[in-house]
């Protein structure tokens, strides 16, 4: 304000000192000149009054961003915040689980102002599956796997042979035949006695075996 008084007091000594040397048509204009330009001086000094001692309000409600969080100003001034601040993220909960085809969501929540974001949770690493039920060859069975690596092999072992069961003697004419079990695989296969002779000769009173 004191500015605004200066520019009033030489304004006045300017009007004294050419009014007395003008004619009434020049005092006229220069007093309407002197008038306008004062009543400016003071609109802009009572505005700029006003705005000094003006006080902001805000919303109760908060206002945020991907970062932050404040309180908007709810007068002219709508640039103005309060409280601004960075989010404070809880530990976030699992929203959807993650899979090995598709990620998973977790979903946090800012403990100041309810924001909320989500992350992606990275898919579960491959893990092959196999079949229950048991394969083989005529040297090892396995699981094979039922996913889409199908050249993947579980348990993977040589047969385990019991002693086997004769099911068929030899005679002279054919070879003879022996069932032979494996425990892990529960599988029958025949091997056949090559060369195994047994010599059978009949007697009046009774089988003689020689």
Known sequence: MKQFGFMFVLLTNLYKTYSLKGSSTLKRVFTISLLFILSFMLFVACKTETEENHEHKYATAWSSDE??????????????????????????????????????????????????????????????????????????????ATCEHTDQKADLSAHTWDSGVITKIATEESEGEKHIIVFTVEKQEQKLYQNLLIHISFQMHGLQMI
């Open 67 to 144: 970062t932050n969080h404040w309180h908007a100003a709810t007068c002219e001034h709508t640039d103005q915040r309060a409280d601004l601040a960075a989010h404070t993220w809880d530990s976030g909960v699992v929203t959807r689980e993650s899979t090995e085809e598709l990620e998973g969501e977790r979903k946090y929540t800012c403990t100041i102002c309810n924001a909320t974001k989500t992350e992606p949770i990275a898919k579960l690493a491959h893990t092959h599956k196999y079949a229950t039920t048991w394969s083989s060859d005529e040297t090892n069975h396995w699981h094979a």
